[in-house]
């Protein structure tokens, strides 16, 4: 059988080895080996694994990375998706926490402009009762030749008001700077109405200066308190003319306010005295001046609070000041007293700029 085997079979091959030097065709032999699978036949036609991998080494370290990086990357997409659910929780209950909280902002801001409304209403309510106590500017008319009468609170509401009381042949005019803006101004106003009021119609004191000493005595009472303690630091700068038409005569009397004269172009101050009304520090036995003045034709006098000069503006953010003031009535006199009103207004607002109104602003022209 050896003589018929190939020579290259595995058979013929191990007979060599053996010592066989026949070198024959053996096939017939290595079938019959393969068949029986005997020694050096035993593994043939089986496949290993290591037979594959030396085969396909490249395929499978290819697959072996390929696999190792699935699984990498499928814990770290695992993973990622655990901090994923966490950061969602987390903005869900920031969100929720969020959403309450604009809830409690909405209710909280509802009820503050319920209550706003509330106080705009009140205000706007206490300004009809303010207004209600000075007199319209209509009502000067019969009184004098010309006028006009500005009243510009920084608020709604304010601190400053003017008085007018008219007889057959004269006439009382007062403008009044109270302490404060806004409602505790608007308080302080009612108060000096009320009082001047007393003073002039029922006491019937027709003299300025009278008129400024009771109503220092009166205001500073009321403002004490039956115990002495009371408010402190209020009080009032008022300005009292009483012009008699008949006699063509002025009174003037002031505290802190003064009465603007203008002639011919020419400007004459005539200065209040130096002290205020119902203040603790104001002296209740202070006797106040009278000024007089004699009514010439064309004659025209002006009174105004401190809120006009003392206004910020310009493009030194200086105070308006009375120079400027006394220039423009200088310079408008002529001219009736609406359109100096129109004129004043201007100048005022155009120097105050992008600037808030610092006080109120009260000014009044007229000619008797």
């Not at 053996?26 to 050096?40: Q, T």
Request: net charge neutral; aromatic share 10%.
């Amino acid at each position: 059988m050896l003589l018929e085997m190939p020579k290259d079979a595995p058979a013929a091959k191990a007979a060599r080895i053996e010592g066989w030097t026949i070198p024959l065709n053996y096939e017939s032999v290595d079938n019959l080996l393969k068949e029986l699978r005997i020694s050096p036949y035993e593994n043939y036609g089986r496949v290993t694994w290591r037979d594959i991998l030396r085969e396909h080494w490249k395929t499978t370290t290819a697959v072996a990375v390929f696999i190792v990086c699935m699984v990498v990357f499928s814990v770290y997409i695992f993973r990622l998706n655990i901090l994923l659910n966490v950061s969602q929780r987390d903005l869900n209950r920031e969100l929720t926490e969020r959403k309450k909280a604009e809830e409690k902002l909405a209710k909280s801001y509802e009820q503050l402009e319920l209550a706003n409304n509330q106080i705009m209403d009140s205000i706007h309510y206490a300004s009809s009762i303010q207004r209600s106590i000075m007199p319209p500017p209509h009502g000067l008319n019969t009184h004098m030749e010309d006028y006009f009468v500005i009243w510009r609170p920084r608020d709604i509401i304010g601190g400053d008001i003017y008085f007018f009381n008219g007889q057959h042949n004269d006439f009382m005019l007062a403008i009044i700077d109270c302490t404060g803006h806004g409602v505790p101004g608007a308080i302080m106003t009612m108060l000096a109405g009320s009082t001047l009021n007393r003073v002039v119609n029922e006491l019937g004191y027709t003299e300025p200066s009278t008129v400024l000493n009771r109503m220092n005595r009166l205001v500073r009472q009321m403002l004490s308190g039956e115990g002495g303690g009371g408010l402190h630091d209020n009080g009032l700068d008022i300005g009292i003319c009483y012009a008699d038409k008949q006699t063509r005569r002025l009174t003037f009397a002031g505290a802190k306010i003064s009465l603007f004269c203008v002639s011919e172009g020419t400007v004459k101050e005539i200065n209040g005295d130096r002290q205020s009304i119902g203040y603790q520090t104001s002296d209740t036995g202070y006797v106040f001046t009278n000024h007089q003045i004699d009514i010439t034709s064309g004659m025209c006098f002006y009174m105004m609070t401190d809120g006009i000069s003392d206004q910020i503006g310009g493009e030194q953010g200086l105070p308006f000041g009375k120079k400027r003031f006394k220039h423009l009535i200088a310079r408008h006199s002529q001219r009736p007293f609406q359109e100096q009103q129109t004129l004043l207004l201007e100048a005022f607002e155009s120097y105050r700029g992008q600037q808030h109104q610092r006080d109120d602003v009260t000014v009044i022209g007229f000619r008797v």
